[in-house]
């Protein structure tokens, strides 16, 4: 069976495939949602571990906040993408650094989150003191990587609030550096503290501009 195309017709399907096409930002924003999906599943699934084994688990204040952290930051990382949505043009580098963010972004969900150990018991006392600095190395170079993004895109004029977020930053940064090398309790529980408030500032703030 044949079926013949006129001039009409083939414009009017070159007309509907630009319309159905994804553009530029829905491309890259999927990528992005389909990393960003696999660290929250990983942290989930750690938080229903936990839960699961409750009366196996020694709970630890600390690694609970960097838990938090690290939720908080994947999520307002995400919403505060749809600022972007009328930017057309995506140069590579912008595109290769999201993807590089979005991969430590995974790595810090992954450190935070533990594994029950064979006896059924799980000491996140334990696991912080020995893992931490894993885990707070990844969230340090997931913020020296989103300075980097915001002022590519201050640059390209991609970003409006790009100044205000890289102050925060910059803050979060250099004191978390600080949990990196001093064991302190206190001295950790302050810098945990802080960093969970910018972050959860930074959750607030983007989902606001989704909602907007």
Known sequence: MCILLTLRDTQLLQTAGKKNCMNAFEIVLTLLTMVTSLALAHLLNGFVIVLRHAKQVQFSMLHGIWS?????????????????????????????????????????CAFVTPEMEQEGKLNLKDFHAHSHRLYI??????????LLLNLVLGGMK????????????????????????VNNFWVQLGVAIVNASIVTYYLILSCNFVAS
Request: charged share 5%; aromatic share 18%; no cysteine.
């Open 158 to 181: 991609m970003y409006e609030n790009w100044w205000h977020d890289s102050i925060l930053t910059i803050v979060a940064m250099l004191q978390s550096s600080i949990a990196i090398f």
């Open 68 to 108: 938090w952290i690290a939720l908080a930051v994947l999520i307002g990382n995400w919403a505060s993408f749809w600022q972007m949505r009328n930017v057309e043009t995506w140069p590579s580098v912008t595109v290769l650094l999201l993807l590089a963010a979005a991969t430590v972004q995974y790595l810090f």
């Open 137 to 146: 190395l990844a969230f340090i170079m997931l913020l020296f990587i989103s």
